[in-house]
């Protein structure tokens, strides 16, 4: 069964830092893309930022503006998203999922095929 587990969300103050993790089990990230989501409440959900199967690829949305970065540890089959300079708009569930296409080799993108999700972790930006 494959699975993708997020955790590391919580509440922090305006500037503040968070790192989420993206846990695999049931199947390896060796060749797999993984994109971070979020969506706020009464918003659409938009991508975030992603990394390829190796990842030596990562992309990252225009309102991330270098605040956010995304590392993976094939070993461990986690997917980190280190979030600096938190704002309260960043306030919203974030998700992982995966993309085990061919693709996922080469690079990572935001629309895809994605076969799994994770059930989300809330990230709330407030003082």
């Known amino acids: 069964q494959t699975q993708l587990v997020e955790s590391g969300g919580g509440l922090v103050q305006p500037g503040g830092s968070l790192k989420l993790s993206c846990a695999a089990s049931?199947?390896?990230?060796?060749?797999?893309?993984i994109t971070w989501f979020r969506q706020a409440p009464g918003k659409e959900r938009e991508g975030v930022s992603c990394?390829?199967?190796?990842?030596?690829?990562?992309n990252y949305a225009d309102f991330v503006e270098g605040r956010f970065t995304i590392s993976k540890d094939n070993a461990k089959n986690t997917v980190y998203l280190e979030m600096n300079n938190l704002k309260p708009e960043d306030t919203a569930i974030y998700y992982c999922?995966?993309?085990?296409?061919?693709?996922?080799?080469?690079?990572?993108?935001?629309?895809?095929?994605?076969?799994?999700w994770g059930q989300g972790t809330q990230v709330t930006v407030s003082s």
């Open positions: 990394i390829n199967g190796n990842g030596g690829i990562t």
């Open positions: 049931g199947f390896t990230l060796d060749y797999t893309a």
């Open positions: 999922a995966a993309d085990p296409s061919w693709y996922a080799r080469l690079s990572c993108r935001f629309e895809a095929d994605f076969v799994s």
